[in-house]
């Protein structure tokens, strides 16, 4: 079974501030760790994935996220935050077994940015 | 632009009609997906299929019944809905069917909205 927590269901910074959303996973196996984007209307983005390739990740819009086994952990940061950041962000995870992709998606995180 | 593409993008429709959602996708992806996503949730899985055959149902009522003509295409035909059953629709679709490895990316089209009155 595989299940993720993502820490806090509304984050707001401010503009050129440090964006810091995190999500911890639970998998029996080495799992694959995704983040995805949604703005408001449309469908989700991938922004960055882990596959078991090097830990750090970087993705799409500056967004980087570090994948620590020891902490079971799979955050997502960026340096500064632009207001286009503003969307509801997921983290999902499934197995690396190669077979249908069933992922589990945490609760989202809305972030919001201030001028 | 998205490589997944949805059609319609709005509906509304009453509890009596029967309509469908269409989704398309031409990256070579042997496994597509529904997925329902309320206001301010994460999206839902309803349907799997691998290589064209139903391969996940998550206990899904009978009123949305999916079908996969060919490897392109994705409907989700809509029967008989309640008001509850208003949503996001979405369809993905990944790389890999049943038994092949991938990295498990889905992509993503931008949604049907659909109003159930």
Same mark, same amino acid.
């Given at each position: 079974a ?6 806090g ?11 810091l959303?995190?999500? $911890? &996973? ?5 799992? &694959? ?8 209307n ?8 882990y ?13 980087e996220a ?26 999902a ?6 077979s ?13 940015? $201030?001028p | 632009?998205?490589?997944?593409t ?9 509890m ?17 997906y529904?997925?329902k996503?309320?206001?301010k ?10 290589y064209?055959?139903?391969s ?11 079908e ?19 949503a ?7 790389q ?11 992509f ?10």
């Amino acid at each position: 079974a595989q299940s993720v927590t993502q820490l806090g269901s509304h984050v707001s910074v401010s503009e050129g501030a440090l964006v810091l959303l995190r999500c $911890n &996973y639970s998998s029996s196996v080495p799992p &694959y760790l995704f983040w995805y984007v949604q703005y408001p209307n449309q469908g989700l983005q991938l922004l960055l994935k882990y596959t078991s390739a090097a830990t750090l990740v970087k993705g799409i819009n500056g967004f980087e996220a570090e994948f620590k086994k020891s902490e079971t952990s799979f955050h997502l940061t960026k340096p500064s935050a632009h207001m286009s950041d503003a969307a509801e962000y997921f983290c999902a995870v499934t197995s690396s077994g190669g077979s249908n992709y069933k992922l589990t998606f945490g609760k989202g995180t809305l972030l919001t940015v $201030n001028p | 632009d998205t490589e997944v593409t949805q059609t319609p993008k709005h509906l509304v429709m009453g509890m009596t009609n029967k309509k469908s959602l269409k989704c398309e996708q031409h990256m070579g992806h042997r496994a597509m997906y529904w997925y329902k996503q309320k206001a301010k949730k994460p999206p839902e899985l309803m349907f799997v299929y691998s290589y064209e055959k139903l391969s996940i149902n998550e206990s899904v009522p009978s009123r949305f019944s999916p079908e996969c003509p060919n490897s392109s295409l994705l409907n989700l035909h809509l029967h008989a809905l309640q008001p509850e059953d208003s949503a996001l629709y979405l369809c993905a679709s990944s790389q890999g069917g049943q038994g092949r490895v991938g990295t498990g990316e889905l992509f993503f089209g931008e949604g049907s909205r659909l109003t159930v009155l």
